[in-house]
């Protein structure tokens, strides 16, 4: 056997144990945001008056269309507002409201929580090779997309 047979499927797996387990974590606690909403304002709020739609959805991995419907929903909860660049009018400016602020207080201990949870058993050096091997992956990939 490959050993490397069947390994999407575990990343696939766990994958979608780690989302199930952050929606059921929301639910528990009445915060109405899905994963990618949550990824997203965490990001908005980590760059600061400095963030642009346009590098949000580059440091995401997804494409502009969906970042931009994800982003139309922030905005309709109230949690983000979209602007322009005073410099730039091209590039769409993101700002947390203080709705957005809030909800961002309350979810982050939640958030640290799980992040603790998901390491148990798992030490600093393991979880080292972990990144790794994920970097790895993403470069070999990344290398294999690249080939005509």
């Known amino acids: 056997m490959d050993r490397t047979e069947g390994f999407g499927v575990y990343i696939d797996r766990t994958l979608k144990k780690v ?26 709020h980590l760059e600061g008056k400095d963030a642009s739609q346009a590098d949000i959805a580059k440091s995401n991995f997804r494409n502009r269309a969906t970042t931009s419907r994800v982003i139309s929903g922030l905005c309709k909860k109230g949690l983000l507002r979209k602007s322009r660049f005073r410099d730039d009018q091209k590039r769409y400016k993101l700002v947390i409201t203080e709705e957005g602020s809030a909800l961002i207080k309350q979810v982050m201990p939640l958030i ?4 603790k949870v998901s390491t148990l058993g798992i030490t600093e050096e393991e979880f080292e090779i972990f990144y790794k091997v994920l970097d790895q ?9 690249g080939r005509s």
């Open 19 to 44: 989302q199930s387990t952050f929606l059921q974590v929301f639910a528990e606690n009445n915060i109405d945001l899905t994963i990618e909403q949550w990824v997203i304002l965490q990001r908005v």
């Open 112 to 115: 640290l929580d799980l992040r």
């Open 137 to 145: 992956l993403w470069e070999n990939f990344d290398q294999y997309e």
